[in-house]
């Protein structure tokens, strides 16, 4: 089973391919990815000898994480795994990066959501608890940063995948509402 993951909602995205024998090649991606994730894909496959048809599964980090980046990330995952009739699943990002860092059992970890908020992840005994939204940064206790650790969270979404090929069908969590709709928001208030 080859499983092709793809985190473009991360502070350091990258794609994974994970071989028939546990083999991992990751391409990390550079500014401006979202435009360039076929040709990423491409070069991936091709540095490690392998096709498209090759793969059996394709998963997506689901967020929180970069609006933008989530939107073309999931995009590009369906429109592949729909071409290639090949399973997508998705794993939200404290779930690939608590993968990421599996000791010590009990860890918080925080995700800047901008705007001065935080995304907050904690492991307590083996169990994951994420917050429904941002809180303010100030408010989160002493953690990791994942801006700042930079795990590369497509091998630790490579590896879920392969273990639970039926986990999470594809959702997406952007973690906030977008500038826009916190603006109209604000606008509705103010009108009604």
């Not at 608590?98 to 970890?109: G, H």
């Not at 935080?118 to 608890?129: A, L, N």
């Not at 002493?142 to 630790?156: I, M, N, T």
């Amino acid at each position: 089973m080859q499983v092709l993951a793809i985190d473009t909602a991360s502070p350091h995205p990258a794609l994974a391919l994970l071989g028939d024998r546990d083999d991992v090649a990751v391409e990390l991606l550079p500014a401006g990815h979202a435009e360039r994730l076929a040709e990423r894909v491409q070069a991936l496959l091709a540095r490690t000898g392998g096709s498209l048809r090759d793969l059996s599964c394709i998963a997506v980090l689901s967020g929180p994480g970069s609006f933008t980046g989530l939107r073309a990330g999931t995009a590009f995952a369906r429109g592949l795994a729909r071409a290639l009739d090949v399973p997508i699943v998705s794993f939200g990002t404290f779930v690939a990066a608590f993968e990421s860092f599996p000791v010590p059992e009990n860890l918080d970890l925080v995700l800047d959501a901008g705007r001065g908020e935080v995304h907050h992840g904690r492991r307590r005994d083996g169990v994951i608890h994420v917050a429904s939204g941002p809180i303010a940064r100030d408010a989160a206790p002493p953690a990791l940063d994942l801006g700042v650790e930079r795990p590369v969270l497509a091998v630790a979404l490579a590896r879920l995948a392969r273990r639970d090929a039926s986990a999470t069908p594809l959702a997406i969590t952007y973690g906030r509402q977008s500038a826009a709709e916190e603006k109209l928001e604000k606008r509705d208030k103010t009108a009604g």
